[in-house]
């Protein structure tokens, strides 16, 4: 038997492992892509929840603040309605 020299071929060597790997990463994707469908809907329903939780919390706090304050002084502290205010008055002096 005679001796036969091996010559290995680098480009399609290259080329086969690069497909693994892309084979390998599309695996991957796929299969976040199933997993998201299944927890992603979940995990908005308790995001959505916790919002409405907390802005039931911040309706209570403004209703309360809304009964302590009843008189409209709390309007002069924000500035542009302060402004708008004194303009009207300036108006109607003219």
Request: glycine share 2%.
């Amino acid at each position: 038997m005679k001796h036969q020299q091996v010559v290995p071929d680098y480009t399609t060597m290259l080329k086969s492992s690069c497909l693994c790997l892309l084979l390998a990463f599309s695996g991957y994707v796929l299969l976040k892509l199933v997993q998201a469908i299944f927890y992603l809907p979940r995990h908005l329903q308790r995001n959505q929840e916790k919002l409405e939780e907390i802005a039931a919390k911040y309706a209570v706090k403004l209703n309360e603040e809304k009964a302590s304050n009843k008189d409209d002084s709390s309007l002069e502290n924000i500035p542009e309605v302060a402004n708008e205010e004194g303009d009207n008055e300036a108006k109607k002096e003219k």
